[in-house]
């Protein structure tokens, strides 16, 4: 079965400062996908990226940057000079298969990110 | 202006009421998905439809009953709920090839249902 961990539960950081969110996983399958997604106080989950498990680079999108390490089985999102704006709940997720054969998404708990003035 | 859009936003309603959650995704998607956000836990899928039809009921009460009509369309009907079901129902769209995930699969979503259930 698939599982994904954020340790973190709640960070809070000052604004400009550097955060790391965590993100470990756990799947059996050979070919697998991760994914990062925002949710601001309006409730929407907004897609972030999208990493094939082919694919270790690491990935850099302005201010948003990605690491991801297959050997330790982890996904984690860098926030550089953090703003205000980026406070969320943070959710990394992992393509996943439901029983019957669909796909689905398999979240972690998230992480809220609180970036103060 | 979000490609997928939910009806209503907020609900309130009482244990013997009826209602229905709507959702409708303009990207062109031919699967849809209801998933459940209560506080404290993961998100959890509680309904999946590829091309108009049910593939996936991940244990969910009866009272619960959802309703795809179109590729556009999904609905949740609602009766007899329990205050425990009080969540954000969040509604999602994706692109679906066969033989499982691939590369062109990724799931957006709606802003979600806030209901509250007395």
């Known amino acids: 079965a698939q599982k994904v961990t954020q340790a973190q539960t709640e960070i809070s950081v000052v604004e400009k400062e550097d955060v790391t969110l965590d993100c470990v996983y756990e799947?059996?399958?050979?070919?697998?996908?991760l994914f990062w997604y925002k949710q601001p106080p309006s409730g929407e989950l907004v897609f972030l990226i999208r990493?094939?498990?082919?694919?270790?680079q690491n990935e850099i999108s302005g201010r948003y940057s990605w690491n991801f390490q297959k050997s330790t089985s982890s996904f984690n999102f860098t926030i550089t000079a953090s703003q205000v704006v980026d406070s969320a709940v943070y959710f990394c997720?992992?393509?996943?298969?439901?029983?019957?054969?669909?796909?689905?998404?398999?979240f972690g708990k998230g992480t809220k990110l609180t970036v103060n003035p | 202006e979000t490609g997928v859009t939910q009806t209503p936003r907020h609900l309130v309603m009482g244990m013997t009421n009826k209602k229905s959650l709507k959702c409708e995704q303009h990207?062109?998607?031919?699967?849809m998905y209801w998933y459940k956000q209560s506080a404290k836990k993961p998100l959890e899928l509680m309904f999946v439809?590829?091309?108009?039809?049910?593939?996936e009921n991940n244990s969910v009460p009866s009272r619960f009953s959802p309703e795809c009509p179109n590729s556009s369309h999904l609905f949740l009907h609602l009766h007899t709920l329990q205050p425990e079901d009080s969540a954000l129902y969040l509604c999602?769209?994706?692109?679906?090839?066969?033989?499982?995930?691939?590369?062109?699969?990724?799931?957006?979503f709606g802003p979600g249902t806030r209901l509250l259930v007395l």
């Open positions: 799947t059996r399958d050979t070919t697998y996908y």
């Open positions: 990207l062109g998607h031919n699967a």
């Open positions: 999602a769209s994706s692109q679906n090839l066969a033989g499982g995930w691939g590369e062109r699969e990724t799931q957006y």
């Open positions: 997720a992992l393509s996943g298969h439901t029983q019957g054969g669909s796909e689905k998404l398999v």
């Open positions: 439809y590829n091309f108009k039809e049910q593939t």
């Open positions: 990493r094939n498990s082919f694919d270790e």
